[in-house]
C-alpha cells in the first residue's frame, strides 16, 4: 500500500568521492520529496551537488548512505536487473550533450530505450507499434521530416528534441532533465522548456538540474541546493 503522494523520495542521501588521498563530501544529508506531476527545478552553482544528486535519484549511482524510494520502493533493495528495469521503463533521462549515436537514425536513436526493453522475439513482434509511437513523437516535436537524418545534420535544439522523444518513447513516470537547455543558446533553450512546460501541463513528473534561476523559474518549484546541502525548497 502506498503510504504518501510522493512518487520519489530520498532520505538523508550522502555521497563522496575519492580523488588520491582526498575525500570530496558532495552530498551531505539530503532529504527531498518529489510528488506525482511535479514540474522541480534542482538549483546550486557548479559543485552544488545537483548533478550527482540527479544520478542518484535515477539510478546511475548510488549513494554512501541514505535511501531513496519510488513509490515506497527502497532502491537499493532492487537487484541489478530490476534497476536495469526502473532506468529503462520508470525514468526518462535528458542529457545537456544528448548523447545521441551518430550512426543510427533519428529514428533509430528514438527506437534505443524500447528494443533494449523487449528482446529480440518481444521487438519482432511489437516494432511497428513502437514506431508508429516514435514518429508521432517525433512529429510532435517538429522533426517529422528529421526521422532520417543523423544527429550531426540537426541543430542542437532539433538534438535535444530528439533526446527528449527518446525519453518519451517508454512512458516513463520521472523525467529527469540534467542541464537541458545548457549547451543551447537562449532562443533555442527557451523552445525547449517550452516542451517541458508543455509535458507538465499533461501531467508528466519532471526533475531539472539547472544553474540558471531564469531557467529554474519555469518550474512549479525550485529547490536549492549549496555545498551539497538543500538551502530551500
Known sequence: MKLNNYILTCQQIFKSYRMGATRLDVLKGIDLNIAKGEFVAIKGASGSGKSTL???????DKPDKGG????????SAFSGRKINEFRNKKIGFVFQFYHLL???????????????QS????????SAKVKKTARQL?????LSDRTEHRPYQLSGGERQRVAIARALINQPDIILADEPTGNLD???????LKVFEKLHSAGQTIVMV???DRIAEKASRIIRL???????A
Do not use: C
Request: aromatic letters at 4%; proline letters at 2%; charged letters at 20%.
Open 186 to 192: 537562449s532562443k533555442t533553450g527557451n523552445d525547449i
Open 138 to 142: 517525433l512529429g510532435e516535436l517538429g
Open 210 to 212: 539547472t544553474h540558471d
Open 54 to 60: 540527479m544520478h542518484i535519484l535515477g539510478a546511475l
Open 102 to 116: 551518430d550512426e543510427l537514425t533519428v529514428l533509430q536513436n528514438v527506437l534505443i530505450a524500447p528494443m533494449v
Open 226 to 232: 549549496a555545498d551539497g546541502r538543500i538551502a530551500s
Open 68 to 75: 531513496v524510494f519510488f513509490e515506497d520502493k527502497n532502491l
Open 119 to 126: 528482446g529480440t522475439i518481444g521487438w519482432l513482434l511489437h
